[in-house]
């Protein structure tokens, strides 16, 4: 059997999900999920409905718009790298689950760094491109919570953390379900949308859970309303991508 940087990467973060060898089980019920999907529309769209997923999903999606998701999405990265180790210094303070957690996170971004170069270079995508406007927006907003986490707003942090990963799971899942999926479009799929990748949020929806439990209604709000601007953004990075293939802008 042939070892992939994807394997690699997923099971690296599998095992430090497993703290002692004990898992931190989902909840039946789920507070940072509930919040998160507070807005089924903008749900929806970004993990299942918009139409670069649905073109990933039948195989018709433009090399450009494809490309534009991959150079862009590199671009971001390198940003939520930044925010993973603010996340993660502040887990530390957080008891040895979310301080073995966040340092799986924190150390497979390298790896993911690295795989987008190299696809970017496989598919002679354009690596100087500029950072477009929707991705400048999102990383904006991303600094934003990033000065959250340096600020120690633990519940903040880690939900808007899992709230991401949550959102990615999600999406590239659908695709990698989806029948019509092209072969050379599973490895991307799989990569987010891996059995291993859905255990490893599952377990930072239960770390967002526990931290929830200190926050005030206030603060409960506010993360909410943080969830759905980021998934605003997730749509928009979508449609930045989709764009780059001559169609239509997709409106909420």
Not at 89 to 115: R, T, V, Y
Request: aromatic residues 10%; glycine residues 6%; contains cysteine.
């Amino acid at each position: 059997m042939v070892v992939t940087r994807m394997d690699t990467t997923a099971s690296r973060l599998l095992r430090y999900a497993c703290v002692l060898g004990v898992f931190i089980l989902r909840a039946a019920s789920s507070e940072v999920g509930d919040m998160l999907m507070y807005e089924d529309t903008k749900w929806l769209v970004s993990t299942e409905n918009h139409p670069f997923l649905s073109s990933c999903c039948q195989g018709t999606i433009d090399d450009s718009a494809f490309n534009q998701w991959l150079v862009q999405d590199r671009l971001f990265v390198e940003e939520f790298k930044r925010f993973t180790m603010h996340v993660s210094e502040l887990a530390n303070s957080q008891g040895p689950e979310a301080g073995e957690l966040m340092a799986g996170a924190e150390k497979a971004i390298d790896d993911e760094l690295h795989w987008f170069q190299e696809k970017i270079l496989e598919r002679n995508a354009d690596a100087n491109a500029p950072m477009q406007r929707a991705n400048q927006d999102y990383t904006v907003f991303l600094t934003s919570m990033s000065n959250e986490a340096m600020a120690g707003n633990w519940p903040l942090a880690i939900s808007m953390f899992f709230g991401i990963e949550k959102v990615y799971q999600k999406a590239w899942q659908n695709v990698r379900l989806c029948p019509t999926c092209p072969d050379w479009l599973k490895e991307y799929a799989g990569r987010w949308g891996s059995d291993a990748f859905e255990v490893y949020v599952d377990h930072l929806e239960g770390v967002a859970n526990a931290a929830l439990l200190s926050a005030s209604e206030e603060e409960r709000n506010k993360i909410t309303e943080a969830l759905q601007t980021m998934l605003a953004h997730e749509v928009e990075f979508w449609s930045m991508a989709y764009e780059a293939g001559g169609v239509l802008k997709t409106e909420l």
